[in-house]
Protein backbone atom coordinates (compact mmCIF):
# COMPACT_ATOMS: atom_id res chain seq x y z
CA UNK A 1 0.00 0.00 0.00
CA UNK A 2 1.18 3.44 -0.61
CA UNK A 3 1.54 6.66 1.34
CA UNK A 4 -0.77 8.71 0.18
CA UNK A 5 -0.46 10.87 3.58
CA UNK A 6 -1.33 14.40 1.33
CA UNK A 7 -4.51 13.37 -0.43
CA UNK A 8 -5.86 11.90 2.93
CA UNK A 9 -5.15 15.02 4.89
CA UNK A 10 -7.37 16.70 2.31
CA UNK A 11 -10.00 13.79 2.16
CA UNK A 12 -10.10 14.07 6.38
CA UNK A 13 -10.13 17.73 6.17
CA UNK A 14 -13.39 18.37 4.03
CA UNK A 15 -15.33 14.82 4.75
CA UNK A 16 -14.73 14.94 9.08
CA UNK A 17 -15.43 11.38 10.47
CA UNK A 18 -19.15 10.25 10.77
CA UNK A 19 -19.38 7.40 13.77
CA UNK A 20 -22.90 6.89 12.14
CA UNK A 21 -24.31 6.39 8.93
CA UNK A 22 -26.05 9.36 7.03
CA UNK A 23 -27.94 9.73 3.86
CA UNK A 24 -27.52 11.44 0.84
CA UNK A 25 -28.24 15.57 1.51
CA UNK A 26 -30.54 15.87 -1.48
CA UNK A 27 -32.66 12.71 -1.71
CA UNK A 28 -32.39 11.89 2.42
CA UNK A 29 -32.07 8.13 1.12
CA UNK A 30 -28.96 6.19 -0.34
CA UNK A 31 -25.96 5.92 -0.73
CA UNK A 32 -25.31 6.42 3.05
CA UNK A 33 -22.00 7.63 3.98
CA UNK A 34 -20.02 7.03 6.95
CA UNK A 35 -16.23 7.08 8.75
CA UNK A 36 -14.47 9.32 5.93
CA UNK A 37 -16.78 9.61 3.25
CA UNK A 38 -16.96 5.85 2.68
CA UNK A 39 -20.13 4.68 0.69
CA UNK A 40 -18.75 1.13 -0.08
CA UNK A 41 -17.04 -0.97 2.46
CA UNK A 42 -13.57 -3.34 1.22
CA UNK A 43 -15.40 -6.25 0.31
CA UNK A 44 -17.91 -4.23 -2.34
CA UNK A 45 -20.91 -4.08 0.03
CA UNK A 46 -23.04 -0.28 0.47
CA UNK A 47 -22.96 0.86 3.63
CA UNK A 48 -26.56 0.86 4.78
CA UNK A 49 -28.96 3.61 7.18
CA UNK A 50 -27.85 2.58 10.83
CA UNK A 51 -24.46 1.16 10.68
CA UNK A 52 -21.44 2.64 12.24
CA UNK A 53 -18.06 2.69 12.20
CA UNK A 54 -15.08 3.44 14.84
CA UNK A 55 -12.32 6.14 13.59
CA UNK A 56 -10.05 2.89 13.23
CA UNK A 57 -11.83 1.15 10.81
CA UNK A 58 -13.08 4.29 9.26
CA UNK A 59 -9.25 4.90 8.90
CA UNK A 60 -9.13 1.20 7.67
CA UNK A 61 -11.74 1.92 5.00
CA UNK A 62 -10.35 5.35 3.90
CA UNK A 63 -6.89 3.63 3.30
CA UNK A 64 -7.99 1.02 1.60
CA UNK A 65 -10.35 3.61 -0.97
CA UNK A 66 -7.06 5.92 -1.46
CA UNK A 67 -5.35 2.88 -3.08
CA UNK A 68 -7.45 1.61 -4.86
CA UNK A 69 -8.36 5.03 -6.34
CA UNK A 70 -4.67 5.03 -6.95
CA UNK A 71 -4.17 2.17 -8.92
CA UNK A 72 -6.95 3.35 -11.02
CA UNK A 73 -5.76 6.42 -11.77
CA UNK A 74 -2.18 4.80 -12.21
CA UNK A 75 -3.34 2.09 -14.71
CA UNK A 76 -4.90 5.40 -17.19
CA UNK A 77 -0.87 6.37 -17.60
CA UNK A 78 -1.52 10.01 -18.05
CA UNK A 79 1.90 10.90 -17.24
CA UNK A 80 1.40 12.28 -13.61
CA UNK A 81 3.78 13.38 -10.57
CA UNK A 82 3.26 12.07 -7.62
CA UNK A 83 1.53 15.56 -6.40
CA UNK A 84 -0.84 15.84 -9.66
CA UNK A 85 -1.58 11.82 -8.58
CA UNK A 86 -2.94 12.40 -4.90
CA UNK A 87 -4.30 15.73 -5.80
CA UNK A 88 -6.95 13.37 -8.23
CA UNK A 89 -7.26 10.65 -5.70
CA UNK A 90 -8.70 13.16 -3.26
CA UNK A 91 -10.85 14.54 -6.19
CA UNK A 92 -11.91 11.30 -7.40
CA UNK A 93 -12.76 10.31 -4.11
CA UNK A 94 -14.97 13.41 -3.78
CA UNK A 95 -16.77 13.20 -7.11
CA UNK A 96 -16.54 9.45 -7.75
CA UNK A 97 -14.55 7.14 -10.18
CA UNK A 98 -17.14 7.24 -13.29
CA UNK A 99 -17.84 10.62 -13.34
CA UNK A 100 -14.04 11.55 -13.06
CA UNK A 101 -13.70 8.88 -16.17
CA UNK A 102 -15.78 10.70 -18.18
CA UNK A 103 -14.90 14.20 -17.78
CA UNK A 104 -12.90 16.30 -19.62
CA UNK A 105 -10.08 16.41 -16.69
CA UNK A 106 -8.49 13.03 -18.52
CA UNK A 107 -8.69 14.36 -22.16
CA UNK A 108 -6.63 17.15 -20.80
CA UNK A 109 -4.19 15.48 -19.09
CA UNK A 110 -3.07 13.46 -22.10
CA UNK A 111 -2.04 16.53 -23.53
CA UNK A 112 -0.15 17.62 -20.27
CA UNK A 113 -1.94 20.63 -20.24
CA UNK A 114 -1.92 20.55 -16.49
CA UNK A 115 -2.74 24.61 -16.09
CA UNK A 116 -6.34 23.54 -18.29
CA UNK A 117 -6.65 20.56 -15.50
CA UNK A 118 -6.39 21.98 -12.74
CA UNK A 119 -8.75 24.83 -13.62
CA UNK A 120 -11.15 22.05 -15.25
CA UNK A 121 -11.41 20.74 -11.46
CA UNK A 122 -12.29 23.88 -9.81
CA UNK A 123 -15.64 23.24 -11.71
CA UNK A 124 -16.55 20.36 -9.95
CA UNK A 125 -18.17 22.63 -6.94
CA UNK A 126 -21.82 22.19 -8.30
CA UNK A 127 -24.79 19.19 -6.67
CA UNK A 128 -27.39 18.10 -8.96
CA UNK A 129 -29.81 21.91 -8.80
CA UNK A 130 -26.58 23.43 -10.08
CA UNK A 131 -25.95 25.18 -6.20
CA UNK A 132 -22.66 25.70 -5.11
CA UNK A 133 -21.53 23.48 -2.34
CA UNK A 134 -19.05 25.83 0.09
CA UNK A 135 -17.11 23.56 1.34
CA UNK A 136 -16.27 22.37 -2.65
CA UNK A 137 -14.48 25.46 -3.61
CA UNK A 138 -11.98 25.39 -0.85
CA UNK A 139 -11.50 21.67 -1.30
CA UNK A 140 -10.91 22.30 -4.81
CA UNK A 141 -8.65 25.05 -4.16
CA UNK A 142 -6.11 22.53 -2.15
CA UNK A 143 -6.47 19.72 -4.59
CA UNK A 144 -5.45 22.44 -7.59
CA UNK A 145 -2.74 23.75 -5.49
CA UNK A 146 -1.08 20.34 -4.53
CA UNK A 147 -1.74 19.32 -8.46
CA UNK A 148 0.57 22.02 -9.59
CA UNK A 149 2.67 21.58 -6.77
CA UNK A 150 5.65 20.26 -8.25
CA UNK A 151 4.79 21.45 -11.75
CA UNK A 152 5.13 25.24 -9.85
CA UNK A 153 8.26 24.16 -7.82
CA UNK A 154 10.01 23.21 -11.09
CA UNK A 155 8.95 26.64 -12.78
CA UNK A 156 11.69 28.26 -11.11
CA UNK A 157 11.92 31.45 -13.04
CA UNK A 158 8.35 32.23 -13.13
CA UNK A 159 8.28 34.86 -10.53
CA UNK A 160 11.35 36.78 -12.65
CA UNK A 161 9.23 36.59 -15.99
CA UNK A 162 6.24 38.60 -14.13
CA UNK A 163 8.65 40.79 -12.58
CA UNK A 164 10.37 41.54 -15.93
CA UNK A 165 7.24 41.77 -17.60
CA UNK A 166 5.63 44.44 -14.78
CA UNK A 167 8.88 46.25 -15.17
CA UNK A 168 8.87 46.37 -18.48
CA UNK A 169 5.47 47.29 -19.44
CA UNK A 170 4.35 49.48 -22.66
CA UNK A 171 0.90 48.52 -23.74
CA UNK A 172 2.24 46.93 -27.27
CA UNK A 173 -0.29 45.18 -28.50
CA UNK A 174 1.70 42.23 -28.33
CA UNK A 175 1.99 42.74 -24.67
CA UNK A 176 -1.19 43.27 -24.09
CA UNK A 177 -2.66 39.77 -25.95
CA UNK A 178 -0.35 38.22 -23.83
CA UNK A 179 -1.29 38.95 -20.27
CA UNK A 180 -5.26 38.56 -21.84
CA UNK A 181 -4.31 34.83 -22.38
CA UNK A 182 -2.51 34.27 -19.51
CA UNK A 183 -5.34 35.93 -17.42
CA UNK A 184 -7.79 33.00 -19.21
CA UNK A 185 -5.51 30.14 -18.35
CA UNK A 186 -5.09 31.85 -14.68
CA UNK A 187 -7.48 30.11 -11.65
CA UNK A 188 -9.71 32.74 -10.98
CA UNK A 189 -9.75 32.07 -7.36
CA UNK A 190 -5.85 33.17 -7.92
CA UNK A 191 -7.05 35.90 -10.12
CA UNK A 192 -9.34 37.44 -7.22
CA UNK A 193 -6.58 36.60 -4.73
CA UNK A 194 -3.69 38.44 -6.39
CA UNK A 195 -5.89 41.05 -7.28
CA UNK A 196 -6.62 42.20 -3.30
CA UNK A 197 -2.99 41.22 -2.51
CA UNK A 198 -1.55 43.66 -5.57
CA UNK A 199 -4.09 46.33 -4.02
CA UNK A 200 -5.33 47.30 -7.41
CA UNK A 201 -7.54 50.35 -7.19
CA UNK A 202 -9.15 52.98 -9.75
CA UNK A 203 -6.96 55.99 -10.25
CA UNK A 204 -10.31 58.64 -11.20
CA UNK A 205 -7.87 61.39 -12.48
CA UNK A 206 -6.29 59.14 -15.08
CA UNK A 207 -8.76 55.93 -14.83
CA UNK A 208 -5.50 53.62 -14.71
CA UNK A 209 -5.10 50.90 -12.18
CA UNK A 210 -2.50 51.68 -9.51
CA UNK A 211 -1.22 50.43 -6.16
CA UNK A 212 -1.50 51.93 -3.08
Known sequence: ????????????????????????????????????????????????????????????????????????????????????????????????????????????CEKENWINAGEEMTRWIFDNQHQVIGNLIERRREEVALFLAELNANAWTSGEILLKAFRNYSAFPNEVRAIRTLETQINPYVLAEFANNFCMTQNPENNLLYTS
Not at 7 to 36: M, R
Not at 46 to 60: I, L, N, R, S, Y
Open 1 to 108: MSDYSRAIKIIKTFEGFNEKAYPDPETGEGPYTLGYGTQYYPDGSPVKKGHCCTKQKAMEYLLKEVNVIGKEIQSLNLGLDSSMLEALISFVHSIGWHPFLYSNIIDI
